[in-house]
């Protein structure tokens, strides 16, 4: 893949100038926690080998020039004129990095960049983390500007916001620290995190992709954000806290009738109950109590349909299939657990299956959300990778 995007660099913007240089940065699957990154709560994501490539020059004026593999319309743009513009599309994204580095001080200077990912778009793999992460590494590493990464992934998260997205950490934390057969057990909080291996022996990670695009901008996420927000407001009347999931389950029952609104108070309860379930389902994990899994994935999509109400038909059709074949073959167990991650409002599902059993689940699945929808599934057998990196 190295040499194929060094290729393209070429074809498009020729020979002179040097060397490019090439980076990757992963997507992300998040196993337990959904949205209650942006609510202090603990998160359970895995970087995985589909994502971002990029190749990265220096030029010797104050132009960036983009091309992508993905799309036909190129982007230009000066430094001097970072404004988000409609007909820039995902270059957008890029400038938003370009303007955390220069608010934090550094001079950037321009450069050509050649694009090609193979994550799904809209799926809710974190694509637009994914380049945000890569973008961040490969200016830091051109320039030399020798920024921490945790310092790089704060920015990423500024510049979806600059996007008009009210994202939490998670998605460019994973992307950037991920690490190779690890999922990341992250307190969204203080930025704690511990790198858990995931030993699940004859047991593999599968991704189903409802193909039901959704973006985060143009989603509810924003509407959520600020529901949790107003219910925090009210029960810090009542107790002293500083995110909602500074409560424990037996807390939130004691508090949550300060919660003056009812949807406020489910979208609370979720967020409380998530994290609780994030914390055990890691536990489970690291002891190998691998039986456990399937509550905790069970409980999660359940809370995030009927409390957060961000699962929708299309999710639910896939993850409802999963859990009837589940049952009907639970010994031995070939379905761990299955649930909708991500944002919601459609994208993937992520269930944990028995690599003997993978095909058989697959077909049993994929007819059933046909069926169902009048769909195709789209299904990936995952793999955890390191973070952002240049290759």
């Known amino acids: 893949m190295r040499q194929q995007i060094l290729e393209k660099f070429i074809e498009t913007y020729g020979s002179q ?86 608010e934090a001080g550094y001079k950037v200077g ?8 193979n994550l799904p778009n809209g799926a809710g793999l974190s694509s637009s983390a994914s380049l945000n992460t890569l973008v961040a590494l490969a200016i830091d590493s051109l320039f030399g ?19 008009g997205v009210n994202c939490g950490i ?3 934390f994973a992307c950037a620290m991920g690490e190779k057969d690890h999922a990341i057990l992250l307190d969204c909080a203080t930025l704690e995190y511990r790198q858990i291996p995931l030993e699940l022996g004859d047991y593999r990670i599968l991704i189903a992709n409802t193909n039901y695009k959704r973006g985060l901008a143009d989603s509810k996420y924003n509407e959520r954000l600020a529901e949790c927000k107003a219910a925090l407001a009210d029960l810090q009347t009542v107790c002293d806290i500083e995110e909602l999931c500074d409560l424990s389950p037996e807390e939130f029952e004691q508090y949550k009738g300060a919660i003056k609104d009812d949807t406020n108070r ?77 944002a919601g409002f459609g994208g993937c599902t992520v269930s944990i299956v028995h690599k ?3 095909n058989d689940i697959i077909d049993y699945v994929g007819k059933a959300y046909y069926e169902k929808t009048g769909t195709e599934g789209s299904f990936y057998m995952a793999e955890v990778a390191d973070g952002a990196r240049e290759i």
């Not at 321009?110 to 990912?117: P, T, V």
């Not at 500007?145 to 996007?163: L, S, W």
Request: charged residues 25%.
């Open 266 to 342: 489910k979208r609370a309860e979720h967020a409380v109950y998530e994290n609780y379930r994030t914390k055990e389902m890691a536990n489970a994990l690291s002891a190998g109590r691998l039986d456990e899994l399937f509550v905790y994935m069970e409980e999660s999509h359940e809370s995030l349909r009927d409390l957060y109400d961000v699962v929708g038909d299309a999710l639910d059709a896939m993850v409802m299939p999963m859990v009837d074949y589940a049952r009907l073959h639970s010994n031995p167990a070939r379905v761990l657990g299955t649930r909708m991650t991500g």
């Open 145 to 163: 500007f020798g920024v921490d990464p945790v310092t790089r992934v704060k920015m990423c998260q500024k510049a979806e916001h600059y996007n």
């Open 110 to 117: 321009g450069f050509d960049m050649y694009i090609y990912g």
């Open 170 to 172: 998670m998605d460019p």
């Open 17 to 102: 100038g040097g060397e490019p240089r090439v980076f990757f940065s992963p997507g992300r699957v998040n196993l337990i926690g959904e949205h209650i990154d942006y609510n202090g709560g603990l998160v359970f994501p895995c970087a995985l080998t589909l994502g971002t490539y990029g190749a990265i020059r220096k030029r010797d004026d104050n132009m960036v020039r983009l091309v992508s593999g993905n799309v036909t319309q190129p982007i230009e743009f000066t430094l001097d004129n970072l404004q988000h513009d409609p007909d820039h599309s995902w270059g957008n994204y890029v400038k938003g990095v370009i303007v955390q580095f220069m």
């Open 356 to 358: 003997d059993y993978a």
